[in-house]
């Protein structure tokens, strides 16, 4: 960890540095580091009735309900973190886990994915009120969604994001519908090892698709 960064941790809270700190660790640790039994580590309160991330290295099918956020475009992650964050300190927000990157194939064949937007996600629809802040901030609601999901823990890099693209664009394919809507969440800051840092990302289905999911194993 830099020194810049050590410094952040002692005098703010662990996910003020969130994403600053995503852009700097991506690739920093090694696939042996990884637990061979993923665990969330938990930080920050999950929005009302959003599902805990996993099941970890494989593709499920999510519900997640309505929520809100405060959103901006972003093509640098650290400008954009700062931005929301100034955002829910004038607001009295308070901060919650996960952090939301809306992703954009990229790629002569949209193999790759890049970011194109980021949100803080609000404890529940009847926190702060909805519209804009300024020029770059929106606060907007966010309808409940079905996804397709695929969760892993340590590094968030181009390895490990083209493996879940990779798992998520197969799976979809399989229930004949097609998505680009990717957006990947971070639940972890910097007081937790890269090796615990836990990811997700989802592919959004269509409104109109209504997957059931299948049974349980008995």
Not at 136 to 160: C, H, L
Request: hydrophobic share 35%; proline share 8%.
């Amino acid at each position: 960890m830099t020194r810049m960064m050590k410094i952040l941790c002692i005098s703010v809270p662990p996910l003020v540095v969130l994403t600053l700190y995503f852009s700097q660790t991506n690739g920093a640790q090694g696939a042996s580091e990884v637990s061979a039994k993923p665990q969330y580590v938990a930080e920050a309160p999950l929005p009302k009735g959003w599902p805990e991330p996993g099941p970890y290295n494989e593709v499920s099918l999510k519900s997640f309900p309505a929520y809100r956020v405060a959103y901006t475009d972003a093509f640098s992650s650290s400008f954009a973190f700062w931005r929301l964050f100034r955002h829910i300190k004038r607001e009295g927000i308070p901060m919650t886990s996960p952090v939301e990157m809306g992703m954009k194939e990229k790629g002569s064949k949209g193999e790759k994915l890049g970011m194109k937007s980021m949100s803080f996600l609000y404890q529940d629809e009847e926190v702060g009120k909805l519209g804009k802040d300024g020029r770059k901030i929106e606060v907007r609601d966010v309808p409940a969604m079905q996804a397709f999901s695929y969760t892993w823990q340590g590094d968030k890099n181009g390895t490990t994001m083209q493996k879940a693209k990779l798992a998520l664009d197969e799976a979809v394919q399989k229930a004949g519908l097609r998505s680009e809507d990717y957006r990947v969440m971070g639940y972890n800051g910097p007081r937790t090892p890269d090796a615990k840092k836990t990811w997700e990302m989802l592919l959004v289905l269509p409104a109109k698709a209504q997957l059931q999911p299948p049974a349980e194993k008995p």
